[in-house]
Protein backbone atom coordinates (compact mmCIF):
# COMPACT_ATOMS: atom_id res chain seq x y z
CA UNK A 1 0.00 0.00 0.00
CA UNK A 2 2.50 2.29 0.81
CA UNK A 3 4.15 1.48 -1.97
CA UNK A 4 1.38 2.75 -4.16
CA UNK A 5 1.15 6.55 -2.86
CA UNK A 6 5.05 7.03 -3.52
CA UNK A 7 3.71 8.80 -7.02
CA UNK A 8 1.57 11.08 -4.53
CA UNK A 9 4.60 12.03 -2.75
CA UNK A 10 2.55 11.04 0.38
CA UNK A 11 5.16 10.21 3.24
CA UNK A 12 5.10 6.74 4.38
CA UNK A 13 3.44 7.43 7.97
CA UNK A 14 0.70 9.09 6.12
CA UNK A 15 0.31 6.21 3.51
CA UNK A 16 -0.41 4.00 6.46
CA UNK A 17 -2.85 6.59 8.03
CA UNK A 18 -4.84 6.75 4.33
CA UNK A 19 -4.99 3.21 4.15
CA UNK A 20 -6.55 2.42 7.41
CA UNK A 21 -9.03 4.85 6.60
CA UNK A 22 -9.70 3.03 3.54
CA UNK A 23 -9.87 -0.07 5.43
CA UNK A 24 -12.75 1.23 6.97
CA UNK A 25 -10.47 1.44 10.20
CA UNK A 26 -10.87 5.62 10.89
CA UNK A 27 -13.63 6.64 13.91
CA UNK A 28 -14.90 10.32 15.20
CA UNK A 29 -12.82 10.73 18.29
CA UNK A 30 -15.60 12.75 20.34
CA UNK A 31 -18.34 9.54 19.30
CA UNK A 32 -15.86 6.67 20.38
CA UNK A 33 -15.21 8.58 23.64
CA UNK A 34 -18.67 9.11 24.21
CA UNK A 35 -19.32 5.73 23.90
CA UNK A 36 -16.72 3.96 26.31
CA UNK A 37 -16.07 6.63 28.50
CA UNK A 38 -19.25 8.51 28.88
CA UNK A 39 -20.76 11.78 27.41
CA UNK A 40 -19.00 13.68 30.60
CA UNK A 41 -15.51 12.32 29.19
CA UNK A 42 -16.14 14.16 26.12
CA UNK A 43 -14.64 17.64 26.43
CA UNK A 44 -15.81 20.56 23.93
CA UNK A 45 -13.54 21.82 20.70
CA UNK A 46 -13.27 18.14 19.58
CA UNK A 47 -15.03 18.96 16.90
CA UNK A 48 -14.25 16.45 13.86
CA UNK A 49 -11.15 15.39 14.62
CA UNK A 50 -11.13 11.64 13.50
CA UNK A 51 -8.60 8.61 14.76
CA UNK A 52 -6.97 6.08 12.90
CA UNK A 53 -5.92 3.75 15.79
CA UNK A 54 -5.03 3.84 19.37
CA UNK A 55 -1.85 3.70 21.49
CA UNK A 56 0.13 3.66 24.20
CA UNK A 57 3.37 3.68 23.66
CA UNK A 58 4.29 6.96 21.87
CA UNK A 59 6.88 4.67 19.07
CA UNK A 60 3.99 2.80 17.90
CA UNK A 61 2.14 6.19 17.13
CA UNK A 62 1.17 7.02 13.41
CA UNK A 63 -0.58 9.70 12.13
CA UNK A 64 -4.29 9.76 13.27
CA UNK A 65 -3.54 7.98 16.37
CA UNK A 66 -4.86 8.89 19.75
CA UNK A 67 -2.31 8.34 22.57
CA UNK A 68 -3.18 7.56 25.97
CA UNK A 69 -0.24 8.14 28.69
CA UNK A 70 0.27 5.71 31.13
CA UNK A 71 1.89 6.56 33.98
CA UNK A 72 4.09 3.12 35.31
CA UNK A 73 6.73 2.33 37.61
CA UNK A 74 9.59 2.81 35.46
CA UNK A 75 8.33 5.60 33.34
CA UNK A 76 5.66 7.68 32.88
CA UNK A 77 4.13 8.05 29.69
CA UNK A 78 2.93 12.12 29.67
CA UNK A 79 6.55 12.17 29.48
CA UNK A 80 6.49 10.57 25.72
CA UNK A 81 3.16 12.77 24.70
CA UNK A 82 5.14 15.23 22.56
CA UNK A 83 6.68 12.43 21.01
CA UNK A 84 3.59 10.76 19.68
CA UNK A 85 2.33 14.22 18.66
CA UNK A 86 5.67 14.17 16.52
CA UNK A 87 4.62 11.03 14.83
CA UNK A 88 1.03 11.91 13.97
CA UNK A 89 -1.09 11.53 16.86
CA UNK A 90 -4.13 13.88 17.05
CA UNK A 91 -4.94 13.61 20.39
CA UNK A 92 -3.76 12.92 23.95
CA UNK A 93 -5.86 11.25 26.72
CA UNK A 94 -4.35 11.24 29.85
CA UNK A 95 -5.23 11.07 33.96
CA UNK A 96 -6.52 14.32 35.52
CA UNK A 97 -3.43 15.27 37.36
CA UNK A 98 -0.92 14.52 34.27
CA UNK A 99 1.57 16.68 33.16
CA UNK A 100 1.72 16.06 29.68
CA UNK A 101 2.88 19.80 28.59
CA UNK A 102 2.26 21.87 26.24
CA UNK A 103 0.77 20.16 23.23
CA UNK A 104 -0.43 21.66 19.68
CA UNK A 105 -3.45 18.55 19.91
CA UNK A 106 -6.05 17.97 22.21
CA UNK A 107 -6.26 16.71 25.56
CA UNK A 108 -8.84 14.54 27.14
CA UNK A 109 -8.62 14.57 30.71
CA UNK A 110 -9.75 11.20 32.19
CA UNK A 111 -10.03 10.00 35.95
CA UNK A 112 -7.87 6.17 35.24
CA UNK A 113 -6.47 6.30 31.87
CA UNK A 114 -5.30 2.59 32.26
CA UNK A 115 -9.54 1.88 32.20
CA UNK A 116 -9.82 4.53 29.28
CA UNK A 117 -7.04 3.44 26.86
CA UNK A 118 -9.10 -0.99 27.25
CA UNK A 119 -12.30 0.73 26.34
CA UNK A 120 -11.11 3.05 23.25
CA UNK A 121 -9.44 0.40 22.13
CA UNK A 122 -12.40 -2.07 22.47
CA UNK A 123 -14.39 0.42 20.85
CA UNK A 124 -12.29 1.36 18.12
CA UNK A 125 -11.02 -2.21 16.77
CA UNK A 126 -14.16 -3.64 17.12
CA UNK A 127 -13.86 -6.05 20.19
CA UNK A 128 -17.05 -4.66 21.62
CA UNK A 129 -19.37 -5.33 18.75
CA UNK A 130 -17.17 -8.63 17.91
CA UNK A 131 -17.93 -10.39 21.32
CA UNK A 132 -22.36 -8.41 21.32
CA UNK A 133 -25.09 -10.43 22.20
CA UNK A 134 -22.96 -13.64 23.72
CA UNK A 135 -21.07 -14.18 20.60
CA UNK A 136 -17.00 -14.43 20.26
CA UNK A 137 -16.93 -16.44 24.20
CA UNK A 138 -13.48 -15.65 26.09
CA UNK A 139 -12.42 -17.67 28.95
CA UNK A 140 -9.77 -15.85 31.40
CA UNK A 141 -7.79 -17.85 33.85
CA UNK A 142 -6.14 -16.59 37.03
CA UNK A 143 -4.08 -18.09 39.60
CA UNK A 144 -0.29 -18.58 40.99
CA UNK A 145 0.20 -21.84 39.22
CA UNK A 146 -1.82 -23.73 36.57
CA UNK A 147 -2.51 -21.19 33.98
CA UNK A 148 -0.72 -22.27 31.05
CA UNK A 149 -2.63 -26.12 31.40
CA UNK A 150 -5.29 -25.19 31.81
CA UNK A 151 -5.27 -22.80 28.85
CA UNK A 152 -3.73 -25.66 26.61
CA UNK A 153 -6.88 -27.73 27.93
CA UNK A 154 -9.65 -26.07 26.96
CA UNK A 155 -8.31 -25.01 23.88
CA UNK A 156 -8.26 -28.82 23.58
CA UNK A 157 -11.69 -29.56 24.56
CA UNK A 158 -12.99 -26.33 22.42
CA UNK A 159 -11.33 -27.97 19.77
CA UNK A 160 -12.92 -31.26 20.35
CA UNK A 161 -16.31 -29.78 20.04
CA UNK A 162 -15.66 -28.49 16.57
CA UNK A 163 -14.64 -24.55 17.53
CA UNK A 164 -11.50 -22.50 16.47
CA UNK A 165 -10.47 -21.23 19.91
CA UNK A 166 -7.27 -18.29 19.73
CA UNK A 167 -4.95 -18.72 22.94
CA UNK A 168 -3.22 -16.36 24.82
CA UNK A 169 -0.79 -17.24 27.74
CA UNK A 170 2.50 -17.42 29.05
CA UNK A 171 3.85 -19.96 26.22
CA UNK A 172 2.33 -18.69 23.22
CA UNK A 173 -0.01 -16.66 21.18
CA UNK A 174 -2.13 -19.01 18.86
CA UNK A 175 -4.29 -16.13 16.62
CA UNK A 176 -5.79 -19.45 14.48
CA UNK A 177 -4.19 -17.93 11.84
CA UNK A 178 -0.46 -17.54 13.15
CA UNK A 179 1.06 -18.25 16.45
CA UNK A 180 3.18 -15.27 18.38
CA UNK A 181 5.86 -16.05 20.91
CA UNK A 182 4.88 -14.58 24.12
CA UNK A 183 6.26 -11.35 25.35
CA UNK A 184 4.13 -11.04 28.17
CA UNK A 185 1.27 -13.35 30.22
CA UNK A 186 -1.11 -10.97 29.38
CA UNK A 187 0.06 -8.08 26.61
CA UNK A 188 -1.09 -4.51 27.07
CA UNK A 189 -4.71 -3.58 26.68
CA UNK A 190 -4.17 -2.17 23.07
CA UNK A 191 -2.19 -5.61 21.74
CA UNK A 192 -4.37 -7.47 23.60
CA UNK A 193 -7.49 -6.39 21.73
CA UNK A 194 -6.25 -6.46 18.44
CA UNK A 195 -5.19 -9.60 18.59
CA UNK A 196 -8.41 -11.10 19.64
CA UNK A 197 -9.87 -9.07 16.33
CA UNK A 198 -7.32 -10.56 14.60
CA UNK A 199 -7.80 -14.36 15.81
CA UNK A 200 -11.47 -13.88 15.28
CA UNK A 201 -10.63 -12.12 11.31
CA UNK A 202 -8.91 -15.64 10.70
CA UNK A 203 -11.46 -17.53 11.98
CA UNK A 204 -11.75 -18.37 15.43
CA UNK A 205 -15.10 -18.35 17.39
CA UNK A 206 -13.84 -18.04 21.01
CA UNK A 207 -10.41 -17.50 23.22
CA UNK A 208 -9.17 -18.69 26.31
CA UNK A 209 -6.02 -16.65 28.02
CA UNK A 210 -4.03 -16.27 30.91
CA UNK A 211 -4.86 -13.20 33.19
CA UNK A 212 -1.94 -12.25 35.32
CA UNK A 213 -2.37 -10.28 38.29
CA UNK A 214 -0.10 -7.25 36.74
CA UNK A 215 -2.84 -7.38 34.27
CA UNK A 216 -5.73 -6.72 36.04
CA UNK A 217 -4.24 -4.35 38.36
CA UNK A 218 -3.24 -2.31 35.25
CA UNK A 219 -6.55 -2.62 33.96
CA UNK A 220 -5.53 -4.65 30.71
CA UNK A 221 -8.40 -6.26 30.66
CA UNK A 222 -10.84 -4.04 31.40
CA UNK A 223 -12.35 -4.16 27.37
CA UNK A 224 -12.82 -7.89 27.55
CA UNK A 225 -16.46 -9.10 28.18
CA UNK A 226 -15.63 -13.13 29.55
CA UNK A 227 -17.50 -15.55 29.33
CA UNK A 228 -16.09 -17.58 31.92
CA UNK A 229 -13.27 -16.55 34.64
CA UNK A 230 -11.66 -19.22 36.44
CA UNK A 231 -9.45 -18.96 39.49
CA UNK A 232 -6.75 -21.89 39.63
CA UNK A 233 -5.55 -20.97 43.15
CA UNK A 234 -2.93 -18.58 44.94
CA UNK A 235 0.24 -18.72 46.75
CA UNK A 236 2.97 -16.17 47.64
CA UNK A 237 4.69 -14.66 44.41
CA UNK A 238 4.92 -11.26 42.69
CA UNK A 239 5.40 -9.48 46.24
CA UNK A 240 7.98 -7.46 44.62
CA UNK A 241 4.96 -5.73 42.50
CA UNK A 242 2.00 -5.97 45.22
CA UNK A 243 3.56 -5.43 48.14
CA UNK A 244 1.26 -7.85 50.57
CA UNK A 245 -0.64 -10.98 49.53
CA UNK A 246 -3.64 -9.22 50.47
CA UNK A 247 -2.92 -6.93 47.16
CA UNK A 248 -2.02 -10.17 45.34
CA UNK A 249 -5.19 -11.67 46.06
CA UNK A 250 -7.13 -8.71 45.55
CA UNK A 251 -5.84 -7.93 42.17
CA UNK A 252 -6.67 -11.68 41.22
CA UNK A 253 -10.69 -10.81 42.27
CA UNK A 254 -10.95 -8.25 40.00
CA UNK A 255 -11.37 -11.07 37.37
CA UNK A 256 -14.11 -11.65 39.14
CA UNK A 257 -15.44 -8.28 39.83
CA UNK A 258 -15.43 -7.71 35.95
CA UNK A 259 -17.93 -10.58 35.03
CA UNK A 260 -21.47 -10.04 34.21
CA UNK A 261 -24.48 -12.00 35.54
CA UNK A 262 -24.80 -13.91 32.80
CA UNK A 263 -21.13 -14.97 32.95
CA UNK A 264 -19.60 -18.07 35.41
CA UNK A 265 -16.67 -18.04 37.67
CA UNK A 266 -14.86 -21.41 38.34
CA UNK A 267 -13.18 -21.50 41.15
CA UNK A 268 -11.12 -24.09 43.44
CA UNK A 269 -12.51 -25.39 46.02
CA UNK A 270 -9.75 -26.65 48.08
CA UNK A 271 -8.28 -23.07 48.09
CA UNK A 272 -8.83 -21.11 50.76
CA UNK A 273 -9.06 -17.66 48.79
CA UNK A 274 -12.27 -19.61 47.08
CA UNK A 275 -15.39 -17.60 49.24
CA UNK A 276 -13.23 -14.45 48.57
CA UNK A 277 -13.59 -15.01 45.05
CA UNK A 278 -16.98 -15.99 45.21
CA UNK A 279 -18.19 -13.14 46.75
CA UNK A 280 -17.06 -10.83 44.03
CA UNK A 281 -18.92 -12.52 41.17
CA UNK A 282 -22.84 -11.44 40.21
CA UNK A 283 -23.67 -14.70 38.27
CA UNK A 284 -23.50 -17.98 38.36
CA UNK A 285 -20.20 -19.96 40.64
CA UNK A 286 -18.94 -23.22 39.52
CA UNK A 287 -16.26 -24.86 41.88
CA UNK A 288 -14.44 -28.07 40.92
CA UNK A 289 -12.11 -30.47 43.42
CA UNK A 290 -11.93 -33.65 44.73
CA UNK A 291 -14.46 -33.88 47.21
CA UNK A 292 -18.43 -32.65 47.83
CA UNK A 293 -16.94 -29.02 48.17
CA UNK A 294 -17.37 -28.90 44.46
CA UNK A 295 -20.01 -28.90 42.40
CA UNK A 296 -17.66 -30.21 39.22
CA UNK A 297 -15.85 -33.33 41.33
CA UNK A 298 -13.25 -36.07 40.53
CA UNK A 299 -12.63 -39.40 42.17
CA UNK A 300 -9.03 -40.29 41.38
CA UNK A 301 -8.67 -43.85 40.08
CA UNK A 302 -5.11 -44.29 38.85
CA UNK A 303 -2.69 -42.08 38.92
CA UNK A 304 1.17 -43.24 37.57
CA UNK A 305 4.09 -42.43 35.51
CA UNK A 306 1.57 -42.60 32.35
CA UNK A 307 -1.11 -39.81 33.57
CA UNK A 308 -3.98 -39.92 35.98
CA UNK A 309 -7.69 -41.29 35.34
CA UNK A 310 -10.52 -39.89 37.23
CA UNK A 311 -13.83 -39.94 37.45
CA UNK A 312 -15.69 -36.74 36.80
CA UNK A 313 -18.81 -35.99 38.12
CA UNK A 314 -21.64 -32.95 37.40
CA UNK A 315 -25.16 -32.94 39.05
CA UNK A 316 -26.46 -36.67 38.46
CA UNK A 317 -23.90 -37.45 35.52
CA UNK A 318 -20.42 -38.71 34.88
CA UNK A 319 -17.38 -39.88 32.90
CA UNK A 320 -14.27 -41.40 33.27
CA UNK A 321 -11.59 -39.07 32.56
CA UNK A 322 -7.88 -39.85 30.72
CA UNK A 323 -5.19 -37.54 31.06
CA UNK A 324 -2.13 -37.94 30.06
CA UNK A 325 -0.85 -35.32 32.51
CA UNK A 326 1.31 -36.17 35.77
CA UNK A 327 0.39 -35.25 38.86
CA UNK A 328 -2.48 -34.29 41.40
CA UNK A 329 -2.35 -30.62 40.34
CA UNK A 330 -2.69 -31.89 36.52
CA UNK A 331 -6.50 -33.93 37.77
CA UNK A 332 -7.18 -30.25 39.57
CA UNK A 333 -6.42 -28.15 36.06
CA UNK A 334 -8.16 -31.01 34.31
CA UNK A 335 -11.14 -30.46 36.41
CA UNK A 336 -10.77 -26.46 35.75
CA UNK A 337 -11.12 -27.06 32.19
CA UNK A 338 -14.19 -29.14 32.57
CA UNK A 339 -15.92 -26.71 34.35
CA UNK A 340 -15.13 -23.81 31.85
CA UNK A 341 -16.01 -26.40 29.45
CA UNK A 342 -19.64 -27.22 31.27
CA UNK A 343 -20.00 -23.18 31.28
CA UNK A 344 -19.58 -23.10 27.67
CA UNK A 345 -22.46 -25.95 26.66
CA UNK A 346 -19.68 -28.73 26.84
CA UNK A 347 -21.24 -32.27 27.05
CA UNK A 348 -19.31 -34.31 29.45
CA UNK A 349 -17.96 -36.98 26.96
CA UNK A 350 -16.45 -34.24 24.58
CA UNK A 351 -15.11 -32.57 27.35
CA UNK A 352 -13.31 -36.37 28.59
CA UNK A 353 -12.15 -36.53 25.19
CA UNK A 354 -10.45 -33.29 24.67
CA UNK A 355 -8.55 -33.35 27.71
CA UNK A 356 -7.36 -37.12 26.81
CA UNK A 357 -6.03 -35.57 23.53
CA UNK A 358 -3.65 -33.23 24.85
CA UNK A 359 -0.13 -35.17 25.43
CA UNK A 360 1.67 -32.44 26.92
CA UNK A 361 1.96 -28.92 27.97
CA UNK A 362 5.55 -27.26 26.84
CA UNK A 363 7.59 -26.91 30.00
CA UNK A 364 5.15 -28.42 32.13
CA UNK A 365 6.29 -32.17 33.61
CA UNK A 366 7.61 -32.24 30.28
CA UNK A 367 9.59 -35.58 29.53
CA UNK A 368 13.15 -35.70 28.53
CA UNK A 369 13.90 -39.26 26.75
CA UNK A 370 16.61 -41.09 28.90
CA UNK A 371 16.20 -44.20 26.70
CA UNK A 372 18.37 -46.93 28.33
CA UNK A 373 19.94 -45.36 31.19
CA UNK A 374 16.69 -46.22 33.61
CA UNK A 375 16.28 -42.88 35.44
CA UNK A 376 13.53 -39.97 34.80
CA UNK A 377 14.25 -36.00 33.75
CA UNK A 378 10.97 -33.87 33.87
CA UNK A 379 11.59 -29.91 33.01
CA UNK A 380 9.26 -28.09 34.67
CA UNK A 381 8.21 -24.05 35.09
CA UNK A 382 7.69 -24.67 38.64
CA UNK A 383 9.15 -20.97 40.04
CA UNK A 384 6.74 -20.60 43.67
CA UNK A 385 7.13 -22.89 46.65
CA UNK A 386 3.82 -24.09 45.80
CA UNK A 387 4.35 -25.58 42.43
CA UNK A 388 7.37 -26.89 43.55
CA UNK A 389 6.10 -29.22 45.99
CA UNK A 390 3.16 -29.79 43.72
CA UNK A 391 5.67 -31.09 40.80
CA UNK A 392 8.03 -33.06 43.46
CA UNK A 393 4.89 -34.47 45.09
CA UNK A 394 3.58 -35.51 41.72
CA UNK A 395 6.83 -37.41 41.03
CA UNK A 396 7.70 -38.82 44.30
CA UNK A 397 5.18 -41.59 44.08
CA UNK A 398 6.57 -42.30 40.91
CA UNK A 399 10.48 -42.94 42.16
CA UNK A 400 12.31 -45.67 42.80
CA UNK A 401 15.64 -44.07 43.83
CA UNK A 402 16.38 -40.74 44.88
CA UNK A 403 14.46 -37.22 43.91
CA UNK A 404 16.91 -35.04 42.87
CA UNK A 405 15.68 -30.99 41.65
CA UNK A 406 17.99 -28.41 40.31
CA UNK A 407 16.12 -24.93 40.62
CA UNK A 408 16.77 -20.84 41.20
CA UNK A 409 15.16 -18.04 41.22
CA UNK A 410 14.53 -15.17 39.00
CA UNK A 411 16.28 -11.70 39.45
CA UNK A 412 14.45 -8.70 40.34
CA UNK A 413 11.33 -10.49 41.29
CA UNK A 414 9.73 -11.47 44.61
CA UNK A 415 12.71 -11.92 46.94
CA UNK A 416 10.64 -13.18 49.81
CA UNK A 417 9.35 -16.38 48.34
CA UNK A 418 13.17 -17.57 47.26
CA UNK A 419 13.77 -19.26 50.97
CA UNK A 420 10.37 -20.63 50.81
CA UNK A 421 11.34 -22.23 47.60
CA UNK A 422 14.41 -23.85 49.21
CA UNK A 423 12.48 -25.20 51.75
CA UNK A 424 9.90 -26.80 49.36
CA UNK A 425 13.03 -28.07 47.37
CA UNK A 426 14.87 -29.47 50.85
CA UNK A 427 11.61 -30.84 52.35
CA UNK A 428 10.27 -32.61 48.64
CA UNK A 429 13.43 -34.06 47.44
CA UNK A 430 16.39 -36.26 47.77
CA UNK A 431 19.15 -34.31 46.32
CA UNK A 432 19.25 -30.84 45.01
CA UNK A 433 21.19 -28.11 43.12
CA UNK A 434 20.86 -24.83 43.67
CA UNK A 435 21.55 -22.49 40.17
CA UNK A 436 21.10 -19.67 38.26
CA UNK A 437 17.29 -18.58 37.02
CA UNK A 438 17.35 -15.53 34.93
CA UNK A 439 19.32 -13.48 37.18
CA UNK A 440 18.13 -10.18 34.94
CA UNK A 441 20.09 -7.04 37.19
CA UNK A 442 20.62 -8.65 40.16
CA UNK A 443 24.20 -10.04 41.49
CA UNK A 444 23.89 -13.75 40.82
CA UNK A 445 25.58 -14.84 44.26
CA UNK A 446 23.23 -12.47 45.97
CA UNK A 447 20.31 -14.51 44.28
CA UNK A 448 22.11 -17.90 45.14
CA UNK A 449 22.80 -16.67 48.87
CA UNK A 450 19.10 -15.57 49.69
CA UNK A 451 17.80 -18.84 48.18
CA UNK A 452 20.57 -20.34 50.39
CA UNK A 453 18.76 -19.05 53.76
CA UNK A 454 16.03 -21.10 53.04
CA UNK A 455 18.42 -24.61 54.00
CA UNK A 456 18.29 -26.23 57.00
CA UNK A 457 21.64 -27.30 58.28
CA UNK A 458 20.75 -30.55 58.24
CA UNK A 459 20.19 -30.42 54.50
CA UNK A 460 22.71 -28.75 53.66
CA UNK A 461 25.01 -32.03 52.89
CA UNK A 462 22.27 -33.29 50.58
CA UNK A 463 22.81 -30.81 47.96
CA UNK A 464 24.80 -28.00 46.45
CA UNK A 465 25.04 -24.34 44.60
CA UNK A 466 26.56 -24.26 41.42
CA UNK A 467 25.90 -21.18 39.25
CA UNK A 468 25.91 -21.97 36.38
CA UNK A 469 22.47 -23.44 35.27
CA UNK A 470 24.70 -25.28 32.37
CA UNK A 471 27.00 -26.60 34.37
CA UNK A 472 24.60 -27.14 37.18
CA UNK A 473 22.26 -29.54 35.13
CA UNK A 474 25.27 -31.72 33.74
CA UNK A 475 26.29 -32.27 37.93
CA UNK A 476 23.21 -33.90 38.60
CA UNK A 477 22.18 -35.73 34.63
CA UNK A 478 25.63 -37.28 35.96
CA UNK A 479 25.16 -38.63 39.10
CA UNK A 480 21.85 -39.84 38.01
CA UNK A 481 21.16 -43.83 38.91
CA UNK A 482 18.98 -45.94 37.34
CA UNK A 483 15.54 -45.34 39.48
CA UNK A 484 16.19 -42.18 40.05
CA UNK A 485 14.42 -38.73 38.62
CA UNK A 486 15.53 -35.63 38.41
CA UNK A 487 13.20 -32.48 38.04
CA UNK A 488 14.95 -29.16 36.07
CA UNK A 489 12.47 -26.30 37.62
CA UNK A 490 12.06 -22.58 36.95
CA UNK A 491 12.30 -22.14 33.31
CA UNK A 492 10.22 -24.29 31.58
CA UNK A 493 9.01 -23.61 28.08
CA UNK A 494 11.76 -20.42 27.93
CA UNK A 495 14.29 -20.96 25.44
CA UNK A 496 16.43 -18.39 26.74
CA UNK A 497 18.42 -17.09 29.46
CA UNK A 498 18.16 -12.96 31.03
CA UNK A 499 21.68 -12.00 32.01
CA UNK A 500 21.66 -8.51 33.33
CA UNK A 501 19.50 -6.42 30.29
CA UNK A 502 20.40 -9.28 27.60
CA UNK A 503 18.68 -12.69 26.41
CA UNK A 504 20.67 -15.18 25.64
CA UNK A 505 19.46 -18.92 24.21
CA UNK A 506 19.43 -21.24 26.66
CA UNK A 507 16.70 -24.32 26.74
CA UNK A 508 16.62 -26.75 29.76
CA UNK A 509 15.10 -29.11 27.55
CA UNK A 510 18.34 -29.01 25.56
CA UNK A 511 20.72 -28.79 27.75
CA UNK A 512 19.53 -32.02 29.49
CA UNK A 513 19.49 -33.68 26.29
CA UNK A 514 23.00 -32.85 26.03
CA UNK A 515 23.85 -34.12 29.57
CA UNK A 516 22.19 -37.45 28.42
CA UNK A 517 23.68 -37.59 25.54
CA UNK A 518 27.43 -37.72 27.12
CA UNK A 519 26.46 -39.75 29.46
CA UNK A 520 25.06 -42.50 26.48
CA UNK A 521 28.62 -41.58 25.02
CA UNK A 522 30.22 -42.17 28.87
CA UNK A 523 28.51 -45.78 29.20
CA UNK A 524 29.41 -47.05 25.57
CA UNK A 525 32.65 -46.24 26.18
CA UNK A 526 33.01 -48.41 28.98
Known sequence: MC?????????PHEARAWAAILKGRWMNLATLITEELGAGACPDGLGSVGITGVCSDSRSAQPGHVFVALSGSRSDGAAYATDAVKRGAVAVVA???????????????VPDARLAVARLARGFYGLGRLQGQGRFPVVGVTGTNGKSTFAFMVRALLQRAGRRPAM??????????????AALTT??????????????????????MEVSSHALDQRRTDGIRFSTAVFTNLTQDHLDYHGTLENYRDAK????????RDATAVLNAHDPNCDHMAAACKGRVLRFGLDSRADVRGGVLQADISGGTFVLEYEERQVTVRTPMVGRHNILNALAAAAAGLSLGLELDVIADGIARLSNVPGRLERVDTGELGFEIFVDYAHTDDALRNVLSAVRPLTRGRLWCVFGCGGDRDPYKRPLMARAVTQGADRYVITSDNPRTEDPLKILHDIERGVANTDRERGTTIADRRDAIHHAVNRLEPGDALIIAGKGHENYQILGTQKIHFDDVEVAREAVARRRMAACAH
Request: aromatic fraction near 6%.
Open 3 to 11: GAWARYNVH
Open 95 to 109: DRDSDVGPLSVPVIR
Open 168 to 181: LGTIEYDLVGRKLD
Open 187 to 208: PDAVTLTQHLVEAARHGADSAV
Open 253 to 260: RRLFELLD
